[in-house]
């Protein structure tokens, strides 16, 4: 598979667990936030997003908290599965239509 | 389906050899991007387009280009001035004005042989 992240910051969690997978954005100007999967040798994969206007969105098995006040912004996935294992990265649109990636975080899941 | 293809997925370039990294979609989509993946590093734009016949420069466009002639079609060139060019390369497309997120291809992992 193709070695994606291969000196990304790593989270282990246990089977079952939740996972909350971490993002500090970088411009308080940012109205639209998106998390993303990618698994090895695959291209990215969306996995929810949010506006600047709310502060938290569910999904399925999935929770995206935003904290404009420090610039934070959280995944959190319920009951963690093994496939599951993958880099996440977050997105944020500072202005205009491009999205500004962060570097990513890879979660491996222990069965 | 509806999607995006990025051919090859995996392609070997000799020491001053051009290549071209083929980017499709049947999504009707206005805007397409080209972004390079490093180990160990985000997202990097190399270039952009918003609609047809016109394109942007990224953050990393030197030793890069592109066309966009087909509203489908958005074909990356890695030139032999790129000196560094192994990395894994990712298109992406985005529908219009008023909407953000991109869908990617499964990229394309270019090596230098």
């Known amino acids: 598979g193709e070695s994606v992240g291969l000196h990304l910051p790593t989270l282990s969690v246990q089977e079952g667990d939740n996972s909350i997978i971490n993002c500090a954005y970088s411009?308080?100007?940012?109205?639209?936030f998106i998390w993303y999967k990618q698994e090895s040798g695959k291209g990215p994969q969306f996995i929810i997003d949010?506006?600047?206007?709310?502060d938290k969105r569910q999904g399925q098995r999935v929770t995206v908290l935003l904290n404009k006040t420090v610039k934070h912004l959280s995944l959190q996935i319920a009951a963690t599965q093994p496939g599951d294992s993958a880099v996440y990265f977050c997105?944020?649109?500072?202005?205009?239509?491009?999205?500004?990636f962060g570097g990513g975080t890879r979660l491996m899941v222990k069965p | 389906d509806g999607g995006i293809t990025q051919s090859p997925k995996y392609l070997f370039r000799k020491e001053g050899q051009n290549v071209t990294l083929s980017c499709e979609q049947n999504?009707?989509?206005?805007?397409m991007y080209w972004y390079r993946q490093d180990p160990g590093q985000g997202l990097r734009l190399i270039y952009y387009?918003?609609?047809?016949?016109?394109?942007q420069k990224g953050d990393i466009a030197e030793g890069y280009s592109v066309s966009r002639e087909k509203k489908e079609s958005f074909p990356l060139t890695v030139t032999s001035a790129q000196k560094n060019p192994t990395a894994f390369y990712l298109c992406?497309?985005?529908?219009?004005?008023?909407?953000?997120?991109?869908?990617f291809g499964s990229g394309t992992r270019l090596t230098v042989v």
């Open positions: 992406a497309s985005r529908p219009g004005q008023a909407a953000y997120g991109y869908t």
């Open positions: 411009n308080s100007a940012s109205d639209y």
């Open positions: 949010i506006r600047s206007n709310m």
């Open positions: 997105a944020e649109r500072p202005g205009g239509n491009m999205l500004t």
């Open positions: 999504l009707n989509h206005d805007a």
């Open positions: 387009s918003q609609i047809v016949n016109d394109f």
